[in-house]
């Protein structure tokens, strides 16, 4: 797997033949808690009532509003094809269309899942999430991150990666966020940086080492936020810490787990022998992030939503002298978008807010496609920019600039 998102591999498995189910964000413990108790569960019931929609990749099953069913149609197949792209070294193809389930309340979901305590279910087989009115961002952040088990264990087989590592890549891409062309991965959500720092502080954690050798079946009993915390920051820091500097070795460790009998020596291989350096190391590296470590991350979603919705109302015909006009526009709900090249109207919604929150934002150039720029507090410049192809959105580039060096008086 490139988390980079360059070419190295990755080589994987997926969640065991046992159900994974992604702990609801905003549940406690408790509720947890009673997924390890269930056991067994029942053959799951067929779904009544839903309407079967296609995408590329999926069959998706909803009884959500047409609308809404349009955004997790086109919200899993743009996964998708993330998920492929960051592990495109591969050998591995998803060669069968896999279901989605998506059920238009919590009630009906649990009817279904039998899984209370979850807010997403893989079950080996399907995937199963249940709209959420008041907290989408809830939903969606289980879809990924259940949609990266079923991902994997279609397209690698069962079991080839450890838990640890399934978990803390399935919280990674949770944690992604949809742009509507683009994810962005690599976020930390501030209120949860401030969790994994106090239990790095209070001793909550287990080593590492403990960590790396955790069973299928360990994890799955004890079903614990604080596992998930920990699986994902130790992917997170070897996707990211240090200036990204062990990503090649987090790259090669996946891919070459392919066939190994055991995970040690390939660990070994790559990032030696000394586990309690990185115990330490990984540690420190997140002690030491501050609440905004990753503030580009989440602008550059911002302004690649901006971007994907400008860009639509260019090939509109649309015209902005500046980005004044831009959002005036946007904030009447003026923006045009062809049919063909629809995006969620709460995007545009959340992005609007975002913009808001941060960054000074202008649009760049003299010529009528301009380019949309937002410079940070620190002076770093995040640029978006769009192709038009077909009167459509053929793509959407983010770049991020440093900041530019202050002239000696
Ligand atoms: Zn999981």
Known sequence: MSLHGEDDVMVGGGSGGVRCAAPGRRQGLMRIALIATLGLLAPLAAAQGMKPYDSPYYSVLTDVPPERAQEAVLRVTKMFEEYQRRTSGFAGRVTRKMVFELHSDYDRYLRHTEAPGTAGLYTGDRLYAAYRADTPIDTWHAVQHEGFHQFVDFAMGRNAIPIWANEGLAEYFGESIWSGDLFFSGAVPPRRLERVQKLIRENGFRSAVAMLNLSHAQWNAEM???????????????????????????????????????????????FGTDVEAFDKRWREYWLALKPDATVDVYTSATVATMTSFYGRAFASKQRFEDWGELLETAKRSELKVRAEDWLPPGLLKQALVDVNERGTWELVGSAARKKLVCTLDDGRRIEGEFQIRDERVKSVEVNIRPAKKQKKP
């Open 224 to 270: 614990n936020v604080v596992n998930y915390d920990q699986a994902w920051s130790m992917v997170h820091f070897l996707a990211h810490g240090d200036g990204g500097k062990y990503a090649d070795e987090f790259g090669r460790f996946l891919t070459q787990l392919r066939g190994a009998a055991n995970w040690q020596p390939v660990w070994r291989a790559n």
